[in-house]
């Protein structure tokens, strides 16, 4: 029953995720004259009420887990040997979790250079924005990590094995981000691969101190792949009107 419980309340969040940006839309209230950052602020508010309702259901349903996984825990805890990740034996959580921070945003930040390497957008045109990138990584790490990590692991610990908990975690996380970025087979691959280790490091930290931190690294760097599209489609909207304008004065 728990079981059943639990997995329903994360596809409910899950299926909400999808309908969020649709349901902020509709509000009106404005934060900042940039429709991105408008946007996404509501689009954030949102997204944290959500993780606080999962958080809730997850308290009724084992407090005891939530409220220690909710927490730093031990963050030089041993770490399995992953020989295939080169982290080797006798390692702890804080070689691992350094390790796979700059390992896994390397990754990311590749894919990000990729997808936004033609856009001239220099890092003058950036820092007016480095502070909505920063609280936009820090909520959505949060939020994400409250949801997908601790709204599947801390009802079922001690309810499924470890090696199930962290496989599902990671499986629900790799198809809610089918559409992230990168996005498609391949970003729902890489969120499946990142949603596997955050889930390992709570479970073996008993806390959501390596989760987050890596997470929320991951988010800075999708977040200025984000600023950086969004400053280039502003600029083509901009040049569009100025040319729309010139031939307006000529005729």
Not at 25 to 44: E, G, L, P, W
Not at 48 to 70: E, K, W
Not at 191 to 217: C, N, P, Q, Y
Request: glycine share 8%; aromatic share 12%.
């Amino acid at each position: 029953m728990e079981v059943t419980v639990a997995i329903i309340i994360i596809a409910l969040a899950s299926t909400a995720i999808f309908r969020l940006n649709g349901l902020v839309s509709k509000i009106t209230a404005r934060v900042s004259r940039d429709a991105y950052v408008n946007n996404h602020v509501k689009y954030q508010a949102a997204l944290l009420l959500l993780s606080l309702i999962v958080l809730f259901f997850a308290y009724v349903q084992n407090p005891h887990n939530l409220m220690s996984l909710l927490s730093v825990g031990d963050i030089s805890a041993p770490a399995d040997s992953m020989q295939w990740f080169g982290i080797g034996e006798n390692k702890t959580w804080i070689f691992a979790g350094i390790y796979l921070s700059v390992v896994i945003t390397l990754g990311t930040l590749s894919f990000v250079y990729i997808q936004f390497r033609k856009s001239k957008i220099c890092a003058g045109e950036i820092l007016p924005y480095v502070g909505w990138i920063l609280l936009f990584s820090l909520t959505n790490s949060f939020s994400e990590e409250a949801i997908f990590r601790l709204g599947v692991i801390s009802p079922l610990l001690g309810e499924l094995s470890e090696s199930s908990l962290i496989l599902l975690s990671a499986v629900i996380f790799g198809v809610v981000h089918f559409g992230g970025m990168p996005n498609g087979l391949i970003g729902m691959l890489m969120a499946g691969f990142l949603g596997w280790f955050l889930a390992k490091s709570v479970i073996d930290t008993h806390g959501i101190f390596w989760a987050w931190f890596i997470h929320f690294i991951q988010d800075v760097v999708i977040y200025i792949g984000f600023i950086v599209g969004n400053i280039s489609a502003k600029k083509v909207i901009n040049n569009v009107r100025g040319n729309i304008q010139g031939r307006n004065k000529q005729a």
